[in-house]
């Protein structure tokens, strides 16, 4: 076999490797394990350059209608107030919106707790731009910062609670994984991740539409139930999907994962 063939196989054979994983494995069923979330210092560091990325919308031109197109064709409401209920934000916890876009989230989760110290970052200086006018017209105050979030710049257990809404689809296979392992990084022992992104088609309608959107973007790992998957690989235990919507573009699920109080474990996942 040549080497163009083996890399084939190979990629072949990982994707395999990947759904076996996805349906080894019920999310859904996890019972939290982890102890309570530890203490650590709040301590920041600079990053110099931001890579290509895609807008909101995918077009540039669409960021001005994300907000409106957001609120019309998606649960979003009911989606992020979901999200912030079962992060269970305390006062004087330090919390990381990653991947803010235009701030909605991140005004919310600083709203529903004032004393908590927000963090919204992104690496759209357009979308930071309109996210620092809804917080100057909200009165409320935040701290945006421009970021990858396969690169956080935030030193090793920064946060409590860290947010990923709807921004993953957006990252490829590989750094998907590298977003994950950065969250991990930058949460203290006991902290825990809250995503809702693009998942795993639970009934006949959503599964039609995911054959239409799968390949829009980087949404295919979604759709086949990789993503928790790769929360679990990142060191996150454990894992739980904790709701789902029906959406008109797929189903959004909902996800809670927590960083182990040092506890030594095998995996999260197991195969037979």
Same mark, same amino acid.
């Given at each position: 076999?040549?080497?163009?063939?083996?890399?084939?196989?190979?990629?072949?054979?990982?994707?395999?490797?990947?759904?076996?994983?996805?349906?080894?494995?019920?999310?859904?069923?996890?019972?939290?394990?982890?102890?309570?979330?530890?203490?650590?210092?709040?301590?920041?560091?600079?990053?110099?350059?931001?890579?290509?990325?895609?807008?909101?919308?995918?077009?540039?031109?669409?960021?001005?209608?994300?907000?409106?197109?957001?609120?019309?064709?998606?649960?979003?409401?009911?989606?992020?107030?979901?999200?912030?209920?079962?992060?269970?934000?305390?006062?004087?916890?330090?919390?990381?919106?990653?991947?803010?876009?235009?701030?909605?989230?991140?005004?919310?989760?600083?709203?529903?707790?004032?004393? +908590?110290?927000?963090?919204?970052?992104?690496?759209?200086?357009?979308?930071?731009?309109?996210?620092?006018?809804?917080?100057?017209?909200?009165?409320?105050?935040?701290?945006?910062?421009?970021?990858?979030?396969?690169?956080?710049?935030?030193?090793?257990?920064?946060?409590?609670?860290?947010?990923?809404?709807?921004?993953?689809?957006?990252?490829?296979?590989?750094?998907?994984?590298? +977003?994950?392992?950065?969250?991990?990084?930058?949460?203290?022992?006991?902290?825990?991740?809250?995503?809702?992104?693009?998942?795993?088609?639970?009934?006949?309608?959503?599964?039609?539409?995911?054959?239409?959107?799968?390949?829009?973007?980087?949404?295919?790992?979604?759709?086949?139930?990789?993503?928790?998957?790769?929360?679990?690989? +990142?060191?996150?235990?454990?894992?739980?999907?904790?709701?789902?919507?029906?959406?008109?573009?797929?189903?959004?699920?909902?996800?809670? +994962?927590?960083?182990?109080?040092?506890?030594?474990?095998?995996?999260?996942?197991?195969?037979?």
């Amino acid at each position: 076999m040549d080497a163009e063939g083996r890399a084939t196989q190979g990629a072949v054979t990982e994707e395999r490797h990947y759904e076996r994983m996805a349906q080894a494995i019920d999310y859904r069923s996890r019972k939290p394990s982890c102890g309570r979330c530890g203490a650590a210092s709040e301590r920041f560091i600079v990053m110099k350059k931001h890579p290509r990325y895609i807008p909101a919308f995918h077009f540039r031109w669409l960021t001005l209608w994300y907000d409106p197109m957001m609120r019309r064709l998606y649960p979003e409401e009911a989606l992020k107030n979901a999200l912030i209920a079962q992060a269970g934000i305390q006062s004087g916890q330090n919390l990381l919106d990653m991947g803010c876009g235009t701030g909605t989230l991140t005004l919310l989760i600083k709203q529903t707790q004032p004393n +908590a110290t927000v963090y919204g970052l992104d690496v759209d200086p357009q979308v930071l731009d309109i996210a620092r006018r809804k917080a100057e017209q909200a009165g409320e105050t935040i701290v945006l910062q421009q970021g990858t979030a396969t690169c956080l710049p935030y030193l090793d257990g920064s946060f409590d609670r860290l947010f990923a809404c709807l921004m993953l689809h957006h990252l490829t296979r590989e750094d998907k994984q590298r +977003a994950l392992g950065e969250a991990f990084r930058v949460l203290k022992p006991g902290g825990e991740l809250h995503v809702a992104d693009f998942g795993k088609p639970h009934d006949l309608t959503m599964w039609l539409i995911s054959l239409a959107v799968r390949w829009a973007e980087e949404v295919h790992d979604n759709i086949l139930g990789l993503l928790p998957v790769f929360i679990a690989e +990142a060191g996150f235990c454990p894992v739980e999907e904790t709701s789902s919507y029906r959406t008109v573009s797929g189903t959004i699920a909902l996800y809670r +994962a927590c960083k182990p109080m040092g506890v030594v474990y095998e995996t999260c996942v197991s195969i037979e």
